[in-house]
């Protein structure tokens, strides 16, 4: 092997070298070394409005809590480390920032993982909400269901009624880190919601009016056929008129429809027999309930 063979091939290792080097160095440079600095850390990318800089600090957050922050409607302002005790692996933190417009303090805790030092689940605060109708509410595109307790960054945050585009109502949560906050919303029925519960119900009177030997469960459809028929064959249904949807907070009716129905069978004296039936009264009644993102009829 030349010479010059030797030299390119010990020169490509020294590049190798030198780059798995600058990588170890970066690596050790971008990680705080102390417990203050990655509290700190934290303390900045809470700041930021940044969840990606919040969850690069390694703390153990959901996605859904990382898009209600990027919703957030203020951050932590101010925020410094105001005191720290550290026990050997592990490590306590006082802090102090603005939020709301008030001078708040709270303390982190911390551990070191390996050489690293991150916030533990000190770092989140606790919501739950309560609201007077629907199952869940909003910050922003995210969704977390009434009355359970979700963990969220630090943050002020506007919580709304879901789905905002059906529910109107809303409330502001105040998140401190290591605390509980709750936020009960008033909530009223947007027109929307009306609007969609009658789609969702002409969608299941288009189920109830399929021909079938019987009449359907849940679709307000009683025929007196008993007296005229022996046994039936076939029911087939026209809708002149769907019936109208009121909803409430908990559920639903729908009045003036219009319904004919065709019943084909065997009649008491023995014949083929096929009689048509028309009412100008169908009416259904049920329950209703509001998923994250639209409604539920479930009829009698």
């Not at 010990?10 to 070394?33: F, N, T």
Request: a negative charge; one cysteine or more.
């Amino acid at each position: 092997m030349t010479r010059r063979r030797w030299w390119v091939i010990g020169g490509g290792v020294a590049v190798v070298v030198v780059a798995v080097a600058g990588v170890l160095i970066w690596q050790a440079a971008s990680r705080p070394a102390t417990a203050e600095e990655a509290a700190t850390a934290y303390l900045r990318a809470l700041e930021s409005g940044d969840a990606a800089a919040a969850e690069a600090t390694g703390i153990a957050v959901t996605e859904t809590a990382l898009d209600a922050f990027a919703n957030a409607a203020e951050f932590i302002e101010d925020a410094e480390v105001s005191a720290l005790d550290e026990n050997g692996g592990s490590a306590t933190a006082d802090v102090a920032f603005r939020l709301g417009g008030e001078e708040r303090s709270a303390q982190l805790t911390l551990s070191n993982d390996s050489g690293r030092w991150t916030v533990d689940a000190s770092a989140l605060g606790t919501m739950t909400a309560t609201a007077a109708i629907g199952a869940f509410v909003g910050i922003g595109d995210a969704t977390f269901p009434v009355g359970e307790a979700v963990g969220l960054l630090p943050a002020a945050y506007t919580v709304s009624a879901a789905p905002a585009s059906l529910l109107d109502g809303k409330g502001t949560a105040i998140l401190l880190p290591g605390e509980t906050a709750d936020v009960a919303l008033e909530v009223a029925l947007r027109p929307e919601a009306t609007d969609a519960a009658q789609e969702k119900l002409d969608s299941h009177l288009d189920t109830c009016t399929a021909p079938a030997a019987t009449a359907p469960e849940g679709c307000g459809i009683r025929i007196p056929w008993g007296t005229e028929f022996r046994a039936v064959s076939e029911m087939r249904y026209r809708i002149e008129q769907a019936p109208s949807v009121v909803v409430t907070a908990t559920g639903f009716s729908a009045d003036g429809g219009v319904l004919v129905a065709t019943v084909t069978g065997i009649g008491q004296d023995g014949a083929d027999r096929t009689t048509t039936y028309r009412t100008e009264s169908w009416s259904i009644r049920g329950d209703i309930s509001f998923t994250a993102d639209g409604v539920e009829l479930t009829p009698w």
